[in-house]
């Protein structure tokens, strides 16, 4: 049998954890792009379109996010696509990823004043003009601290890519365990790297709130 | 290609689902009970106890945040074994939960004592009202009707976080799904069907907990 040094152990959890950051940054981008989209559908007064997304929302922020990885995993493979892990967990962490970004910014969206809007009409911009001269500019800034917070729920959803296969930071540790029988040593690094993935972003997060309380103060 | 769909396969082990219903609403109410007090002393702690013990309260809270639940619960269920402390998957589980749910409720109390006015407590213990009865009938139970939406928004997430505890072969309802799944060989079935049950169950634990909240807890 192969003998595992504490280092070795570290030392491929922390290849393992490559994948978790690989994971989290396609989940973000992938869920922040879907989330635009959705923010922009439901702010256009389409008929429809705002039941639908706050449906959408509800639908994703109310059930499990394994569930949502078990259904893309097996939901895809039933209408005959041949999914890696990769690709239905980057499937799932992307709708729960952009319900959650969509209603993140569009609070972000609802705080603007109504003034602002009706100023940029009066002078005769077009919605697409209002979006991008008046209202996004002013709701991106007040946009990214909740941003910043929210991306830690991304990096810890993406542990539960393990479950359906897919070989991250969680997969590895219990991989490791298994072939180690030092559950107790690994777990602890496993929750220490993604603490130290988390942490900054945390007190980022809280930084940046803190200023933008300060400003309006 | 054409799809088809069995729910009825499924839908034929009602008894597992109802059990597996069952144990996550279960284990969630005792979670939330419990949680919630670790969550009420804690958050009592960080705003008016001693330094040291605001220190290991802090540390737990951004440790708790920092980190997923599903390590959580692997680190207690498999870790701790190994330092002598054996567990059931339901009591693992459990434990996980009440960790979890304490340390964001903490945070989230704290965020509702901190906005007591100043003048509020000066006025109780100016009417000779000692330190626990200040908090626990004047600071208390504003700030909990503050917080309350958000502390059940986070009773939620904990629920539906909870489908991880199948992982360690606790049987509530994501496991009860696993199984029906390699019974009846009708996964995305036996998953849809759990999925909006939970769904369901999230949507009840929401109104039940508004009312209960406003009944029971700061009411009148």
């Known amino acids: 049998m192969m003998e595992f040094s504490n280092w070795d152990i570290i030392k491929n959890l922390l290849i393992a954890a490559r994948w978790t950051v690989g994971l989290s940054l396609i989940a973000f981008l992938c869920g922040g792009f879907v989330g635009a989209l959705l923010l922009v559908l439901r702010l256009s007064k389409i008929r429809g379109m705002d039941r639908f997304v706050s449906l959408y929302v509800q639908l994703f922020q109310g059930t499990p996010l394994l569930m949502q990885l078990f259904l893309s995993y097996f939901g895809l493979a039933l209408i005959g696509i041949e999914t890696t892990a990769l690709q239905s967990a980057t499937l799932a962490l992307t709708l729960f990823t952009s319900a959650f970004i969509t209603d993140i910014w569009r609070g972000c969206v609802i705080a603007i004043p109504k003034g602002q809007w009706e100023a940029a009409q009066s002078l005769a911009m077009s919605f697409g003009e209002q979006l991008r001269y008046v209202i996004l500019p002013q709701a991106v800034r007040i946009a990214i601290p909740p941003t910043v917070g929210f991306s830690v729920q991304v990096v810890k959803g993406t542990a539960l890519a393990s479950i359906i296969g897919f070989v991250e930071l969680t997969k590895a540790g219990g991989m490791i365990s298994n072939a180690t029988y030092q559950p107790f040593l690994v777990f602890s690094v496993v929750a220490a790297i993604y603490f130290v993935l988390c942490f900054p972003l945390s007190l980022y997060a809280k930084m940046l709130e803190r200023k933008i309380h300060a400003q309006r103060r | ?220």
Do not use: H
């Open chain 2, 1 to 220: 290609m054409g799809v088809e769909l069995d729910f009825l396969a499924v839908l034929k082990e009602w008894p597992l689902l109802l059990r597996g219903l069952v144990w996550t609403a279960g284990l969630t109410a005792v979670a939330t009970v419990i949680g919630m007090a670790v969550g009420i002393t804690c958050a009592w702690v960080r705003s008016s106890g001693p330094l040291w013990a605001r220190a290991v309260v802090g540390a737990y809270v951004e440790v708790i945040r920092n980190t997923p639940f599903i390590i959580q619960l692997f680190f207690i269920f498999f870790g701790l074994p190994s330092l002598g402390v054996k567990m059931s998957p339901d009591v693992a589980s459990l434990l996980a939960m009440v960790l979890n749910l304490g340390a964001y409720a903490t945070e989230i109390i704290r965020a509702g004592i901190e906005a007591t006015p100043k003048g509020q407590i000066e006025a109780a213990v100016s009417l000779a009202l000692n330190r626990v009865q200040v908090f626990t009938r004047v600071v208390l139970p504003p700030a909990l009707k503050k917080v309350w939406p958000a502390m059940v928004s986070q009773i939620i997430i904990v629920m539906l976080g909870s489908a991880v505890c199948g992982q360690v072969s606790t049987e509530e309802l994501s496991y009860a799904a696993n199984l029906i799944q390699s019974r009846t060989f009708r996964a995305f079935e036996a998953f849809i069907i759990a999925t909006v049950l939970y769904l369901g169950l999230a949507i009840a634990i929401r109104s039940l907990l508004n009312w209960a909240g406003a009944r029971f807890l700061f009411g009148r």
